[in-house]
């Protein structure tokens, strides 16, 4: 199976700042990585597919990049609706998995 | 609009099967690879497996001897089946679909099933 590690599994940020989420591959998945936002209680919602292409409707100030190994999840400007937990999730070969999250809280 | 929703027990007894369905509304079955993905309480998301227009399926090797996807075009619903369940298999179960890709472009809203006697 290939693992999917992220740093850091929480921070702190304040509305307005700009976070950076890792996510690291087991081995190179190319760009089959995508990035998941969940808030508490309810269903994952993708934000990112393929390392760097933005879900319909997810706003601008979300941002994906990488290949092979390493990938980042950029949030710009940090919104009060974006304190959640995020996720990483490899799409390279089955079984599909996920990191284990990082939650951003405030700080 | 397409909708999934999730239907099923909310607590199943260890050694018993856990059964759930998600219905579709609002789009073809067809072409997309429907997926079954749990979340046990606090803890981080696990990909269950999926079926691809009826006819192919993929599951997670861990829960492999224990599972059964499968499809209903005629009532728009897909479904899990899970047996011999233990306390592990306490999670929020999450029905969703997959693109091309294999990336989860629509979830339901996640229904929890509890194992206990």
């Known amino acids: 199976d290939i693992q999917m590690t992220q740093s850091p599994s929480s921070l702190s940020a304040s509305v307005g700042d700009r976070v950076t989420i890792t996510c690291r591959a087991s081995?190179?998945?190319?760009?089959?990585l995508n990035w998941y936002q969940q808030t508490s209680g309810k269903a994952p919602k993708l934000l990112i597919y393929g390392a760097s292409s933005l879900q319909s409707g997810v706003p601008s100030r979300f941002s994906g990049s990488g290949s092979g190994t390493d990938f980042t999840l950029t949030i710009s400007s940090l919104q009060p609706e974006d304190f959640a937990t995020y996720y990483c999730?490899?799409?390279?070969?089955?079984?599909?998995?996920f990191g284990g999250g990082s939650k951003v809280e405030v700080k | 609009q397409v909708q999934l929703q999730e239907s099923g027990p909310g607590l199943v007894k260890p050694s018993e099967t856990l059964s759930l369905t998600c219905s579709v509304s609002g789009d073809s079955l067809r072409n997309y690879y429907w997926s079954w993905i749990r979340q046990p309480p606090g803890k981080g998301l696990e990909w269950i497996g999926y079926?691809?227009?009826?006819?192919?399926?993929s599951y997670t090797p861990s829960l492999k001897s224990r599972l059964t996807i499968s499809l209903d075009t005629s009532k728009s619903q897909f479904s899990l089946s899970l047996n011999s369940v233990t306390a592990a298999d306490t999670a929020v179960y999450y029905c969703?679909?997959?693109?091309?890709?294999?990336?989860?472009?629509?979830w339901g809203r996640g229904a929890l099933v509890t194992v206990s006697s």
């Open positions: 999730q490899q799409s390279y070969r089955t079984p599909l998995t």
């Open positions: 081995q190179p998945i190319s760009n089959y």
């Open positions: 079926i691809y227009n009826g006819a192919s399926t």
């Open positions: 969703a679909r997959g693109r091309l890709f294999f990336y989860f472009d629509l």
